[in-house]
């Protein structure tokens, strides 16, 4: 199939831990030279890694190509009055790259195309007798990420594999939705990994329902929650549990106690002898001009994924303290009695309908009112689930304990309806010929970060173990001492009956140490290594050991029974 020879070949491998890096994908894809970095989060693919993410891409392809995907190339740069026309031009902020070509028009770098293929779309779709459509390309994105980390895990260019398909009616977006799902999952499974799929927040992307398939791993950035029973898995931002309700009290009067230096809930909690699930937690955020003043139960935490879509809006960020004051809140010591409701939105958690009695903030320093209740003693504008949920909280299906595990998400799914077809206009005639909105989904594979997750989930600490339909080459056949004739030309032999087997071969025959070679075996991850070395030739003997398992074998050094062998070996690598 393929002969590379090493010594024509680039393998800049390094010995050491790069200090960069943290992620063991990271470090292992620079020491094995497949890639290089450029600027913080940008990276220059190496030959090695160009192999193995030619293999991902064509296990992607032929996935999206079984439910009738399209391929096509969208542009990366866009005209900024297509984001304009959905309003997320000012939505993604600063991590929209933007720029002014030579004319002045105004251009941003693309980090999904959701705009660009609606307005293909719009000016491609007529009928309904085009439906169902299915587009998909693998391609270059930009993002300008605040913190890139982990090489290849969050990065600021990268590529992805983004899809997106029209429909005619919401039964048919949902007949798709699951195919797509089942070929996420095969792609997956293609790749050796062992994904969760769990419920996620649509985010910025909007749309009625979403998924993400998550590779759990002690260095991923995200979080997901999952039931002990399996009943219920949740991306940790959009995940839901059971708010347990205080027994019934009767409500007792307002009653204002002081609490001297009494910041936090905790403290206040400690000073009055209470839980802290008896006390109201004040929080507050600024969306444009209006202050966000949250009140949830003091033992939750606010979940802002679960705000941003309470207020409909994404641009807020943590108030500051003068701007809490102009309501004539005290920081501390807020709540949600006595202020100034004007240009104030009073979002409150739906633990505070379950809880009675409740401390919380008096407005005035060194003083807290107990018997807080909702709604005797305030109102809300918004009553919503803005809270984070929590490790042991109850399953909302089962009420069996949840448990909060890291992952790193591969893969995200979405049902957007017509969120962007409404935006900009893509309709199309119906079969009673009425215009319509396009219904949409869309469908997204980090396919640089599957390349890493593939490392993630099969190192170990002499580096890289490839699965065999993964790896950049399947055998590495290295030759001890290249300056005896005979063993070179053996090794070109055998690594040359094994090309002709139909497998993709990496002849090592620099003029390096032994231990050198063995080293760069194990790092590169090849799966089975056939060492041609003086002991065992002398003896008409070649050894193979196979790299997930360090399995041996010694095989008499005849093309045909070498070839046979590492056949065996690789069902098994």
């Known amino acids: 199939m393929a002969l590379v020879r090493a ?21 292992l894809m620079l020491r094995a030279g497949m890639i290089r970095k450029l600027a913080a989060g940008i990276y220059i693919y190496l030959p090695l890694a160009r192999r193995v993410l030619h293999k991902i891409e064509n296990i992607i392809r032929e996935e999206m190509n079984a439910i009738g995907g399209l391929e096509i190339t969208m542009p990366v ?14 939505d993604f902020g600063p991590i929209l790259g933007r720029l002014r070509d030579r004319a002045g ?18 000016r491609e779709i007529r009928s309904w007798r085009q439906l169902p459509l299915v587009f998909y390309q693998i391609q270059t994105k930009f993002r300008d990420e605040p913190r890139p980390r982990g090489g290849l895990i969050r990065a600021r260019e990268f590529t992805m594999k983004d899809g997106y398909s029209f ?73 839901i549990s059971v708010k347990d309700a205080d027994p019934p009290e009767p409500l007792l009067p307002l009653q204002e106690v002081a609490t001297p230096n009494c910041y936090t809930i905790e403290a206040v909690a400690k000073f009055l002898g209470v839980p802290t699930r008896k006390t109201a937690k004040a929080v507050f955020y600024k969306a444009g001009e209006e202050l966000v003043f949250v009140v949830i139960r003091g033992d939750l935490e606010v979940n802002e994924a679960k705000l941003a879509r309470a207020l409909g809006r994404t641009d807020f960020r943590p108030a500051l303290e003068e701007e809490i004051k102009e309501i004539g809140a005290v920081p501390g010591y807020a709540s949600p009695i006595g202020i100034s409701r004007d240009g104030v939105k009073v979002v409150v958690d739906d633990s505070i309908l379950k809880a009675r009695n409740l401390v919380a903030g008096a407005n005035e320093e060194g003083f807290h009112l107990r018997n807080v209740n909702f709604p005797r003693d305030f109102t809300a504008d918004i009553v919503a689930d803005v809270a984070m949920a929590k490790e042991g909280d109850p399953c909302p299906r089962c009420g069996a304990p949840l448990r909060i595990q890291r992952a790193i998400e591969l893969g995200h799914i979405f049902k957007l309806g017509t969120k962007y077809s409404e935006a900009m206009g893509a309709t199309f005639l119906d079969r009673m010929g009425k215009s319509r909105p ?90 089975l290594l056939v060492v041609v070395g003086p002991r065992a030739v002398g003896q008409n003997q070649v050894e193979l050991e196979r790299r997930r398992d360090g399995e041996k074998r010694v095989v008499e050094a005849k093309p045909e029974l070498v070839v046979s062998k590492v056949m065996e070996l690789l069902q098994g690598a």
């Open 105 to 122: 028009r105004e251009m941003v770098l693309g980090p999904t195309h959701e705009e660009v293929i609606t307005d293909l779309a719009r």
């Open 167 to 239: 429909h005619e009616s919401k039964a048919d977006l949902d007949r798709f939705y699951r195919e797509i799902y089942q070929a996420y999952l095969n792609i997956f499974h293609r790749c050796a990994l062992d994904v969760v799929v769990v419920e996620a927040d649509p985010g910025l992307m909007g749309g009625s329902e979403s998924h993400e398939f998550m590779l759990p791993s002690p260095y991923g950035e995200d979080s997901f929650i999952q039931c002990e029973s399996g009943d219920y898995a949740a991306n940790l931002e959009g995940a």
């Open 77 to 90: 740069l866009h005209p900024a009055e297509l984001w304009a026309e959905t309003g997320r031009l000012q």
């Open 438 to 527: 396009l219904i949409m989904g869309c469908y997204g594979i980090g396919v640089g970060r599957l390349l890493a997750a593939v490392i993630e989930a099969h190192h170990d600490e002499a580096g890289i173990i490839w699965p065999a339909n993964l790896a950049p080459f399947q055998v590495i056949v290295s030759v001890l001492d290249p300056k005896q004739v005979l063993l070179l030309s053996l090794g070109e032999r055998l690594a040359q009956a094994l090309a002709e087997a139909g497998l993709e071969v990496l002849l090592d025959e620099r003029d390096q140490s032994a231990g050198e070679k063995f080293h760069d075996a194990k790092l590169l991850g090849i799966p």
């Open 7 to 27: 010594s024509q070949y680039f393998l800049p491998t390094w010995k050491e831990d790069p200090a960069e890096a943290e992620l063991p994908s990271h470090k």
